[in-house]
């Protein structure tokens, strides 16, 4: 499976931001897609994750009621709807995508495939 994260760039605090991760190759091995974002000096920390063929959606305590996941099953793309960004959420996002069954996609170590990433940025 291949990744190819976009959407990313230069915003203001407040604003809002949708990216998408495009998948290709095999997807019909993926159980579940998530994004996970890294700033500078700090671990990957997990945004939010969809399973793939159902709804089931989960987020992080810190995006929760500002950031919404989405996937459109028939283009293989995920998406990231960010609202009332802050500073806080500057990072470079990944996408990333399960191929095994899991009860929890919260943790970096249930995905195999991983994007390149795209850099948001939120001034004040």
């Known amino acids: 499976v291949q990744l190819q994260a976009s959407g990313g760039g230069l915003v203001q605090a407040g604003d809002s931001l949708r990216l998408s991760c495009a998948a290709s190759g095999r997807t019909f091995s993926m159980y579940a897609m998530g994004w996970f974002r890294q700033a500078p000096g700090k671990d990957r920390e997990f945004v939010a994750a969809i399973r793939w063929s159902a709804d089931n959606t989960y987020y992080a305590d810190s995006v929760k009621g500002r950031f919404a996941i989405s996937r459109e099953y028939t283009k293989n793309t995920l998406y990231l709807q960010m609202n009332s960004l802050t500073p806080g959420d500057s990072a470079v996002y990944l996408c990333?995508?399960?191929?095994?069954?899991?009860?929890?996609?919260?943790?970096?170590?249930?995905?195999?495939?991983w994007g390149q990433g795209t850099l948001v940025t939120v001034s004040s």
């Open positions: 990333a995508a399960a191929d095994i069954a899991y009860i929890d996609y919260t943790s970096p170590a249930r995905y195999t495939y």
